[in-house]
């Protein structure tokens, strides 16, 4: 029988502890619940009030892989939902992740944790702004450091607050909190901006998505503002070889960032990150830190000088 659990008065039967995850630690499933329950308040608090939409990889990264929206087929009664709408299909329920048991239980699923950047309560409002960074190989994370800082530059300029984390993959994310604003009008600012650091960092920024422009230059993906897309969220673990977390890091650790190890973070380090830095996303929850996006505009360049590192040589 799976052994059973008490979680804050929720009973939760717990299944395949022993099987190994990730195969490059020998991770194991229980090592993956211990890890949820330790880092369970950072992690709630920037699930909360967030459909979620799960990559379920139940056999480990080299097995069946599936991304869901809908809530999965039976989850407790006690897990709460939401009603999400949608343009096409009509509305559905998807899983809100609001206090620990229901966290447990999605772990026990083994699961990436994906959000949109808006919460249940204003479907297509969104209250976060998202740039994701993706390299192509021979570009690093190191090169998303350049392009990290030029984005800081300038959306500080336009009176933003930016915050950063890794994905957890490859790249880095940069999270801006914003006043309410609809999704299509942080979609067109984002593509704005990463269309100026294409122009202005040329030899290392493309802003389409395009496979034959991406090798050895940064991709800035704006388009999981918009209302139907959803990013890896901080501290979820990702579905790779290795158990990887995407982890909230300084401005520092981007400026001194060389090699692409300085920025990659297994799960057992982030107890230690936090009680060094504390939730460094912490200001993205405080509603008097958000700003309001400044008024549209003509995409422009605007060149800016690189800090410290080369662009990769152009393919």
């Given at each position: 029988?799976s052994?059973?659990?008490?979680?804050?008065?929720?009973r939760?039967s717990?299944?395949?502890?022993?099987?190994?995850?990730?195969?490059?630690?020998?991770?194991?499933?229980?090592?993956?619940?211990?890890?949820?329950?330790?880092?369970a308040?950072p992690?709630?608090?920037?699930?909360?009030?967030?459909p979620?939409?799960?990559?379920?990889?139940?056999?480990?990264?080299?097995?069946?892989?599936?991304?869901t929206k809908?809530?999965?087929?039976?989850?407790?009664?006690?897990?709460?939902?939401?009603?999400?709408?949608?343009?096409t299909?009509?509305?559905?329920?998807?899983?809100?992740l609001q206090d620990l048991?229901?966290?447990?239980?999605?772990?026990?699923?083994?699961?990436?944790?994906?959000?949109?950047?808006?919460?249940?309560?204003?479907?297509?409002i969104?209250?976060?702004?998202?740039?994701?960074?993706?390299?192509g190989?021979?570009?690093?994370?190191?090169?998303?450091?350049t392009?990290?800082?030029?984005?800081h530059?300038?959306l500080?300029?336009?009176?933003?607050?930016v915050?950063?984390?890794t994905?957890?993959?490859?790249?880095?994310?940069?999270v801006?909190p914003?006043?309410?604003t609809?999704?299509?009008r942080?979609?067109?600012?984002?593509?704005?901006?990463?269309?100026?650091a294409?122009?202005?960092?040329?030899?290392l920024?493309?802003h389409?998505?395009?496979?034959t422009?991406?090798?050895g230059?940064v991709?800035i993906?704006?388009s999981?503002?918009?209302?139907a897309?959803?990013?890896?969220?901080a501290?979820?673990?990702?579905?790779?070889?290795t158990?990887?977390?995407?982890?909230?890091?300084?401005w520092e650790?981007?400026?001194?960032?060389?090699?692409?190890?300085?920025?990659?973070?297994?799960f057992?380090e982030?107890?230690?990150?936090?009680?060094?830095?504390?939730?460094?996303?912490?200001?993205?929850?405080?509603?008097d830190?958000?700003?309001?996006?400044?008024a549209?505009r003509?995409?422009?360049?605007r060149?800016?000088?690189?800090?410290?590192r080369?662009?990769?040589?152009?393919?």
């Open positions: 029988m052994p059973i659990t008490v979680v804050e008065g929720r939760l717990l299944t395949n502890l022993d099987k190994v995850l990730y195969p490059g630690t020998g991770t194991t499933k229980g090592e993956v619940l211990h890890y949820c329950t330790t880092t308040d992690l709630l608090s920037h699930l909360r009030d967030r979620l939409s799960f990559l379920r990889y139940p056999d480990g990264p080299d097995g069946q892989r599936f991304f809908n809530v999965p087929p039976g989850a407790p009664s006690w897990v709460k939902t939401c009603e999400v709408p949608h343009s299909s009509g509305p559905t329920r998807q899983v809100l048991p229901s966290l447990v239980w999605a772990a026990n699923l083994v699961v990436e944790l994906h959000t949109p950047q808006w919460t249940c309560g204003a479907p297509g969104a209250d976060r702004l998202v740039f994701d960074l993706d390299p190989a021979p570009a690093t994370i190191v090169e998303c450091c392009a990290a800082q030029w984005l530059d300038r500080a300029a336009d009176g933003l607050d915050h950063a984390k994905s957890g993959a490859k790249g880095l994310h940069l801006v914003v006043e309410p609809p999704a299509e942080t979609t067109a600012y984002a593509k704005t901006l990463a269309v100026e294409a122009a202005a960092l040329p030899e920024v493309v389409k998505m395009t496979k422009l991406r090798p230059k991709f993906d704006f999981q503002n918009a209302a897309k959803t990013t890896a969220a501290y979820t673990l990702r579905a790779r070889d158990p990887t977390v995407s982890a909230p890091v300084t650790e981007i400026a001194d960032c060389t090699d692409p190890r300085h920025l990659t973070f297994l057992g982030i107890a230690a990150r936090l009680a060094r830095h504390g939730d460094l996303l912490a200001p993205l929850l405080d509603p830190r958000a700003r309001p996006l400044p549209a003509p995409a422009r360049a060149a800016r000088p690189q800090r410290s080369s662009a990769p040589d152009s393919p």
